[in-house]
């Protein structure tokens, strides 16, 4: 039979002194206490007021609940002693042991062999004293984040002090691998607080050809709130430099987010001081503005291509800085962009009037999307051919600063353009799309130093296009049915030979000697030509279960244009794609063109993919497994173009593959070779291991721009704590 009772008790004074001492009423009332408990069955001892619960026995005390096997409670001392296996849950935190004793009064108790979890970690202790409402004292303290019945790390530290949901102080602190101490600490004060906390980084240490022995990354952590944080650290190079960095990052959701980079260096040799400072913020208003910043600034154009690590980033060839507000209002968008790019492999010795940099401040654009020209009746039978007209308009202001060594260029322009364009089915099958625009350009001066010159000018086009189809039953590879989509499109282009000016039509011929010609304000121009183009679409239909799949298998396309206007060769080379996907396996996509009065090739491309995973048994026992073989993963593409003219031929092949050798043993391997130079630009193998709670990684990459090695060892749910070595040529 199962017990369930309330239990009412004065923590320091009986009743009868209550009684006598009216004085007191108020204090005893506050000093009254409420236990709740329940067992299989208990003892009760009327003459000293002592309880004993037995088997399955819960107490409930304020935060508490204590389960155990049995449990005594002395009324005199007010003592709760838990016999036998034991648990403890306290503000959601559980601790097992072998027993417990906690005083009422002092609010203080012990924890015999306790054990607990922290998130992802394990804690056991031979004795955890609790000395205080957050304050615990734990003996013989021992963690690891290993699950296994027989660990396979673990700290041990003789005395910890732990502040709950604060931090840990330990002194001294061992690393145990496999019951072998390998590291010592002195002393140790980690944060236990749950999410992002501050504190010192783990460094990186190595050696390097050039460098010698480094230190990498060893700094503090700082925290600042939920939405920002700071990473302040430095590396110090034994031959070459000594760098201090600083990373910070914000963000609040649906507002703000962006981040900044610093990083001062001086180095040995050379006795340089430089610096970089790249950053990027992006802010949305709650009324809709949307202001994105970027800036990139270095203190000398090879910085990046001799000091960063990743061979992406040596190669970077130019910086971009900007600023970028835009803006709906109603239908119409605005946009405002203040854009500086600095070109870091220019050599104006070398090449006269190289570009340095191109500074576009402002670049203004205003734009009204397209929308209907008539308003569309409520009664389709009502809807007649002009209802599919619309219209759009767009402005763009523009002002452009072009530095070379020994020049510059400044122009500034205001163009506006406006268009109605439609589209119509006629006969049901046949599609129809005309349009017509009008451009107007204005400059702040013209060729022949005259202020605000403009030019108007306009164009149409007509697109004709259908769709051509037939459907095959068939049960290739599964299929249930091929699509054949042939899609022909014509398309004319015309714009006259005249433009308005100040001075009247004038000849488009002459436009590039009065008007400057600069990003989008490209001069007024006579055209006259139609485009061709033939699509192929070839699709498959498969039942699956319950549902049809549709996917694309091939397409391939024609396409050519001719010139009215040229009498001798109006058609342009004859271009054509073919991109083939039959699974998500394989692909293959190949690009020409053929110049049809020369009867040769202009271009030829083609890229192809395979994708490949499987088992592979070449490795296992001819018997005693039942396993299906070792996990096996390849990537192969091949990119080859044919030489012609002025171009050399490329072919160029990439690889990477991995092969599980064991449930712990890994093998990757990754390679770019070059076929017709018969040698590989880069390799690289990986050798990973998994230890259960550890992690064993060599990496061996080879290439001309960096060679070398690098190991690790670290715990996978603490990558911080790590032994790693990097060794390389850079």
Known sequence: MTFFLILMT????????????????????????TIAYSA????????????ILVGSATLDYRDMTLKSDTVEYSAEDEIITARGESELLDRGEAITGNGMIYSIPTRKGRIMNAASQYEFGFYTGTTITRVGRNEFNIVDARFTTCDEDSIHYYFYCPVMKVFPDDKAVARPVYLYVDNTPVLYFPYWVFPIRRGRQPGFTMPKF?????????LREFGYYFVFSDYADLWVHG???????????????????????????????????????RWM??????????????????????????????????????????LHSWVSVNRYFGRMSFQAVMDRTSYLDTDPDTIPGEVESNQEIPDIRISLPSAPLFRTPSDPSLVRPWHSIYWNARAHYLSRDRRMEESRATNSALKLTSGLTGSSRLWGWLSVSPSIQTTGT??????????????????TNLSISTDIYGIFSTRLFGLDALRHTITPTVSLHWAPERYLNSSGL??????????????????????RTISFNLRNRLEGKMSERDRIARFDIASFNLSTSANLEETATPFSPLSATLDISPTSHFGITGNGSWDLYENKLTNLSVSTSLRLSGYDRTLLPDSGTTRPGMPLRMVISHYYRHGLEDTESISKFRLSASLD??????????????????????????????LHCWEAVFVRHISDVDSGFYFKINIIDIPDIKIEQHVSNF
């Open 10 to 33: 004065l923590c320091a004074t009986d009743t009868a002194e209550a009684d006598s001492t009216s004085s007191d009423s108020t204090l005893t009332a506050e000093r009254l206490e």
């Open 40 to 51: 299989d069955s208990l003892v009760f001892y009327p003459d000293t007021g002592n309880l």
């Open 206 to 214: 190595g050696q390097t050809s050039r460098d010698g022995r480094y």
């Open 235 to 273: 590396d110090i190079m034994e031959k070459t430099r000594f760098v201090l960095a600083a990373d910070e990052r914000h963000r609040i959701r649906y507002l703000c987010n962006g981040n900044l980079r610093t990083e001062l260096r001086r180095e040995f040799l050379t006795h340089r001081d």
């Open 277 to 318: 400072v790249f950053g990027n913020h992006l802010h949305d208003f709650p009324d809709g503005t949307t202001v994105r910043v970027q800036g990139e600034f270095l203190s000398d154009r090879s910085y990046l291509e001799e000091t960063q690590q990743n061979p992406e980033d040596r190669m970077t060839g130019e």
């Open 442 to 459: 204005i400059y702040d001066r013209d060729r022949n130093d005259e202020n605000f010159p403009w030019w108007l000018h306009w164009s």
């Open 506 to 527: 004038i000849n488009s011929d002459s436009a590039g000697s009065e008007y400057y010609s600069f990003s989008d304000f490209s001069l007024p121009s006579s055209r």
């Open 661 to 690: 050798l064991t449930p712990g043993w890994s093998l990757e391997y990754s390679a770019y070779y070059d076929a017709l130079n018969e040698n590989f630009i880069s390799q690289s193998y990986t050798l990973r291991r998994d």
